[in-house]
């Protein structure tokens, strides 16, 4: 988010928006939309939480009241949320395709840095 907010350079800022965009790509496709939205919106506000109070830089302050705001708008339908594809036997599927999940989504990061 910083990256795009307040970039250091234009190669910075394309990553950024490169990066905005896969997100909401993500979102668009997903089947479970409300928590993938609430858990990326609480990640940040974790990352961004200790480096705002060290450093108190405007960017993170600014990138901190975004991802705060989205939680408080979300919480209302989060408290009702029931998952879609609750099934009794199948808790290994769901752990093997979670861990999958984060291993692409950090392989794509990393495939998209900027060198």
């Known amino acids: 988010m910083a ?20 997100a909401g790509i993500s979102l668009l496709l997903a089947k479970e ?3 993938l939205a609430a858990v990326g919106a609480g990640l940040v506000a974790i990352k961004v939480a200790l480096p705002l109070v060290i450093t108190r830089d405007k960017v993170l ?3 901190f009241v975004i991802a705060i705001g989205i939680l408080v708008i979300l919480f209302p339908s989060i408290k009702k949320w029931k998952p879609s594809y609750e099934e009794p036997n199948a808790r ?24």
């Open 61 to 63: 302050a600014e990138a």
């Open 33 to 35: 939309r409300l928590m």
């Open 92 to 115: 290994w599927l769901r752990m093997l395709s979670m861990g999958a999940g984060v291993a692409a989504a950090i392989g794509i990061i990393m495939l998209l840095k900027p060198h």
């Open 3 to 22: 990256n795009v907010l307040d970039p250091q350079s234009q190669s910075n800022r394309s990553y950024g928006l490169e990066l905005l965009a896969w």
